[in-house]
């Protein structure tokens, strides 16, 4: 790797060791997109990091180009997990697949790798599960922790799986739900997982899969956080690796579409469901072993620009008013990505209190909450928290029968019409 400041640049593969890489697509230098300021006069002190993507011929993982600081990214972190009927729904989905295939049942003992407010470990804990929670964000432990999930400030390593598993036992199940794919020595979690589990346990991760990405033109997925776009061919080179197998994969619908992947030991009792060989070989039955797939999304990701661009600038000169819906952490890499601001967006909207009075990182668009915005000050929201949509328009009906209306940026620009 390359360093410049607090960013090192990806020069060999973190799954397979390669260093046959491809270009996929650059968006520039952007800034971090949970970095939120305070209003101010001036932001020219701002960092930014480059942001782009690349993709290993070897085993075809999906690669950010530039790894920023876990400690710039992690150790005050804004993001909690979101507590939507949709959410809260998925972690009580996440508990039953683990009970219902795999024994995690009321005795069992779970531990959770970044595990956040420990939302994710509650759902655990109502089924009678031991949980034990890891996360480096101090701020965040101690919202666990006054929720009763015990909680461990730290990043996860064998160091720290020796730790765990000598003062707490040998965990059933080993859980990284929408974090494995942000952290850069995955080999290292790996082997920390392996000599930590118990001889009949399971290491689960829940990561954005790269199928629906490309599908969909997601290209807003593409952070500083996110360093590797993972599909299960992927997934089970690198377990076979560190002495695991894959054993089960479930597609979600969250976050634009994941997968749940369960592997054991390679040399333990599970069986590898059919499930697993089906989806490698839809995964090269889709192309993501040849070039021209990246390429076609790289592609796809100039025309989405160029039309919602046009679309938005276009309604602002008819004297439209466009806000922004949400204010994730997504939605900063499409509006910088984009080149859209302040003279396309007047503020966003977001129930985030840590996120309202502040504004956006690159574009400094106002973040104001819900409650302060007036039906009639909207005509249309462009839909930044597009992986909620469905909850989100079914919320917003009276919006809808005033004659509001919704952008939605992906999988290409369209606008949902108004009901009055």
Not at 182 to 199: K, N
Not at 380 to 393: D, F, K, M
Request: one cysteine or more.
């Amino acid at each position: 790797m390359t360093s410049t400041g607090n960013a090192t640049q990806v020069t060999t593969c973190r799954v397979c060791g390669g260093q046959d890489w491809q270009p996929v697509v650059s968006f520039g230098d952007l800034p971090l997109a949970d970095s939120f300021l305070e209003p101010s006069d001036s932001y020219d002190a701002e960092p930014r990091y480059p942001l782009g993507v690349i993709c290993c011929r070897s085993c075809r993982l999906m690669s950010l180009t530039h790894v920023v600081d876990p400690e710039v990214l992690y150790r005050t972190y804004p993001y909690t997990t979101s507590d939507s009927e949709m959410m809260t729904k998925h972690m009580q989905r996440v508990v039953e697949i683990c009970g219902d295939r795999f024994g995690v049942t009321a005795g069992s003992f779970v531990v959770e790798i970044g595990s956040n407010t420990g939302s994710q470990l509650k759902a655990f804990q109502k089924a009678g599960i031991r949980t034990l929670g890891i996360d480096p964000a101090l701020n965040i432990v101690e919202v666990a922790r006054r929720r009763g999930v015990e909680t461990l400030p730290d990043f996860f390593s064998v160091e720290t799986a020796a730790s765990v598993k000598e003062k707490y036992g040998a965990p059933r199940l080993i859980l990284g739900r929408h974090v494995f794919a942000h952290i850069d020595d995955i080999s290292g979690v790996v082997e920390g997982v392996r000599s930590m589990l118990d001889p009949d346990g399971l290491f689960a991760i829940e990561v954005p899969y790269v199928v629906d990405m490309l599908q969909r033109n997601e290209f807003d997925t593409i952070y500083h956080e996110h360093l590797s776009y993972f599909g299960v061919g992927t997934l089970a080179t690198l377990f076979e690796r560190h002495g695991l197998k894959i054993v089960d994969v479930e597609r979600l619908p969250v976050h634009g579409g994941s997968i749940l992947v369960f592997a054991g030991l390679a040399d333990g009792t599970w069986a590898t469901r059919p499930i697993v060989e089906e989806l490698i070989a839809g995964e090269r039955a889709f192309g993501l072993d040849k070039d021209g797939t990246y390429e076609q999304f790289a592609l796809n990701f100039a025309s989405i620009k160029e039309e919602l661009v046009s679309l938005i600038r276009g309604l602002r000169a008819d004297g439209k008013r466009i806000v922004g819906y949400g204010a994730p952490a997504k939605g900063n890499t499409l509006l910088n990505a984009c080149g859209l601001g302040l003279d396309d967006l007047e503020f966003c909207s977001d129930t985030t209190e840590f996120k309202q009075g502040k504004v956006l990182p690159g574009t400094h668009i106002p973040v104001r909450a819900p409650s302060e915005v007036a039906v009639d000050e909207v005509d249309y929201y462009l839909l930044l928290a597009w992986n909620y949509s469905e909850e989100i328009l079914k919320k917003e009906q009276a919006f809808l029968a005033k004659g509001g209306r919704f952008i939605l940026p992906n999988p290409t620009p369209s606008v949902v019409p108004s009901q009055a």
